[in-house]
């Protein structure tokens, strides 16, 4: 009777752990779908701050763990679809040089409809905030980032996530998308 108590405890605190500890992200959160050409103005505060272990995955590979800290605050979305024989430029300016507001990219399948925190693989992933060693410098000014992705043969989904730095959860910006 003393190992069932036991085995009951262990598996309501193994179900209660693993409920507390998935990202909730609300159901009303999706990405806006753009085009190329489209240029748009955005805020973080729109976002949400979402948790970011699948960004460290070896199946998605977008940014280390060490890095975290460039994407600890609201993450905005966007979904584009790329045709094949392209190659598409994403590039993101904030509107305040003093926003830590930094970039990734999602390359997928065409019509795949995942959103971090539910990745779990990517085709790849490519990923713009500043570069540093140590600890981050935040005296360092903002700058227009951008990440080009080629398609060959096929089409794709690439999904946009803009993000702020640790704390920074509104912030203005410009997303401008062109072919090359």
Known sequence: ???????????????????????????????????IGDKIQG?????????????????????????FFEFQ???????????????????????????????YALRNGSGN??????VQRAISCEAAYPAYH????LNIQSETKEIEFDAINKPYTILIGVA???DVL???YELSIRKK
């Open 170 to 172: 509104e912030g203005a």
């Open 164 to 166: 702020g730095a640790r």
């Open 73 to 103: 605050g609201n993450h905005v979305f966007y979904r584009l679809e790329i045709e094949p024989k392209s190659t598409t430029v994403i590039s993101l300016t904030p509107l305040n040089s003093k926003d830590r507001i930094n970039l």
């Open 1 to 35: 009777m003393k190992n069932l108590n036991y085995l009951v405890i262990l598996l309501c605190a193994t179900f209660f752990l693993n409920q507390s500890c998935k990202a909730q992200v609300s159901e009303d959160f999706v990405p806006t779908e753009i085009k």
């Open 43 to 67: 805020d973080l505060s729109a976002g949400e701050i979402i948790e970011l272990d699948w960004a460290q995955l070896s199946n998605v590979a977008c940014f280390p763990g060490n890095k």
């Open 113 to 118: 409809i995942n959103i971090p925190p539910d």
């Open 134 to 137: 140590g600890e981050p410098n």
